[in-house]
């Protein structure tokens, strides 16, 4: 049975070369400026420097994290009460609609924002609505799913319990019911900020260009312009500042517990 | 007052369901407009289903996402799977290692996987085409099919491994005898999420592919400058195409279990 282990070294190896490597090459490129060769590079914190002393990245960096704040927000508060009606039908339906929320997840996502595009086209909303409609559109079923799966392993006695110690049905939701319902919410958060931030074909599709992301920045300094280290720098900031929000909801998770 | 709720129920999932489905219906619709025109139905014509037939990088496109997909599949299936296993049975050390390398690959913004892949190639010369896309199509996709295994394994009992050692099984035959049928469904799965992961992927394949190779993804990403109504045909086709799947892959079981209850009662 020993024997197995060795099954995992060649995929140890493919996983150093393949994820470790380049996580590796983004930071080195980060802490570096063009021009140096590889055996030569000499560390810097220009890129850095550069990024914080011009107000507009910083506000380029703040939108994006506003607008994925505001989209889990919304997200949260559209997709509890679909998940709850959800898990309130009978079994049968229960599969029926989880499988209707599901299908068009399945469609490839550029298809789904292109759809919007036609809809959204003749209408007077601004381009930070219409990339706000995009953006709910395809990560709401994501929460939903999440909320749905915590609520239905609820155990439904707990309810009968609560009403019978005197809870009307509103006490019973917030007492019982949302708290349960946490941890749903929690990985909800996880699977909707966390693409929202670093998102950059929803703001190109259905803002017009006009509505700048991080995403776009990275997307611009590595396909438009080619200064890849100023854009390495541009994604280590940003997968800190994801890295650092999601510790903070971690964090929620847990006094939640205690 | 119980009705009133299955209302109220039924009310908040048929506005969910509306909001999910419009956009999809509305591209089906405007796939067969007669005119250039998003916003106004002037009339029915299969003109840019012609179109797209005849767009020679849109049937690639359509092409390379089918084979990456399928491919990038069955490679991170078989990798995944024997990754897991090898995994299951590791010591701390390097099952915390190539754990946490796989949370990484998962949990990174995926643009930034993408720029490291891109570095990557790069450094090495490696030239942009099919075949960096299909390597990190297949690099992102194996930690979905191990976080899907992993947890069956770990039910697994090992003495019945063990046990077909013991009886005279080689190591391989154990393998494929025993310890493969018992997580099959969740090697199912782990491929199913791996191909959806590589069907649905944009921004990996958008940093990664090379001149002249578009997917579906990377082809409507640049298609969007212009109204380009072929690619209402093209999404439509998709749509269809998954629908179908979808509703065989929920249905047949759907029907196998009424037949095999209908067998129990008769028996």
């Given at each position: 049975m020993k024997g197995f282990r060795r099954l995992l070294y060649p995929y140890a190896v493919w996983v150093g070369a393949f994820i470790v490597v380049p996580m590796l090459l983004v930071m080195i490129y980060a802490f570096t400026t063009s021009g140096n060769s590889v055996l030569t590079f000499r560390l810097t914190l220009a890129n850095f420097a550069r990024f914080f002393s011009d107000s507009i990245f910083i506000s380029v960096l703040w939108r994006s994290l506003k607008l994925a704040f505001i989209t889990t927000v919304i997200c949260i508060f559209l997709g509890y009460p679909v998940a709850y009606a959800i898990s309130r039908l009978k079994p049968g339906s229960q599969a029926m609609m989880v499988l209707l929320v599901t299908i068009p997840m399945w469609i490839n996502m550029l298809v789904r924002t292109y759809a919007w595009r036609g809809i959204l086209l003749e209408t007077n909303l601004s381009p930070e609505a219409k990339v706000y409609i995009g953006m709910v559109y395809n990560f709401l079923p994501f929460m939903i799913l999440e909320i749905y799966t915590s609520l239905s392993k609820m155990d439904p006695n707990l309810l009968v319990a609560a009403n019978d110690l005197g809870c009307d049905n509103r006490k019973a939701f917030l007492k019982v019911t949302l708290p349960l319902s946490v941890p749903g919410i929690i990985s909800g958060i996880t699977l909707v900020f966390l693409p929202a931030v670093s998102s950059f074909f929803i703001p190109k599709l259905l803002?017009?260009?006009s509505f700048v992301l991080v995403g776009n920045l990275i997307e611009n300094y590595f396909?438009?312009?080619?200064?890849w280290n100023f854009g390495a720098a541009i994604s280590l900031i940003m997968t800190i500042v994801v890295l650092l929000s999601m510790r903070l909801t971690k964090h929620f998770d847990y006094s939640q517990e205690d | 007052m119980k009705q009133n709720k299955q209302w109220g129920s039924k009310l908040i999932i048929a506005l969910a369901l509306i909001f999910f489905y419009l956009p999809i219906i509305y591209v089906v619709i405007f796939s067969f407009n007669s005119s250039r025109s998003l916003s106004n139905f002037t009339g029915f014509s299969l003109q840019w289903y012609k179109k797209m037939f005849e767009n020679r990088t849109m049937m690639e496109s359509i092409y390379y996402s089918t084979a990456i997909a399928l491919i990038a599949t069955a490679v991170s299936t078989v990798v995944g799977t024997i990754a897991a296993i090898g995994l299951s049975k590791s010591n701390r050390v390097i099952k915390e290692y190539v754990t946490q390398a796989n949370n990484l690959s998962m949990l990174n913004p995926d643009i930034v996987t993408a720029i490291g892949l891109m570095l990557f190639f790069s450094s090495l010369h490696v030239p942009f085409g099919f075949g960096t896309l299909l390597l990190a199509h297949i690099i992102f996709c194996i930690p979905y099919v191990m976080l899907s295994v992993s947890p069956k394994l770990r039910q697994l009992d090992d003495n019945i491994a063990e046990a077909a050692l013991d009886l005279g099984c080689t190591p391989v035959q154990a393998l494929t005898k025993v310890i493969i049928p018992q997580i099959k469904e969740a090697i199912v799965s782990g491929a199913l999420i791996a191909f959806t992961m590589s069907f649905d992927d944009f921004v990996i394949s958008y940093f990664v592919t090379g001149p002249g190779v578009n997917n579906i993804s990377t082809y409507v990403y640049s298609s969007v400058k212009r109204i380009n109504p072929s690619v209402n045909a093209l999404s439509t086709i998709i749509i269809l195409a998954i629908t179908i799947v979808l509703v065989v892959m929920n249905v047949v079981p759907l029907v196998r279990e009424r037949r095999r209850k209908k067998n129990e009662k008769m028996a």
């Open positions: 803002g017009g260009g396909v438009t312009t080619g200064d | -």
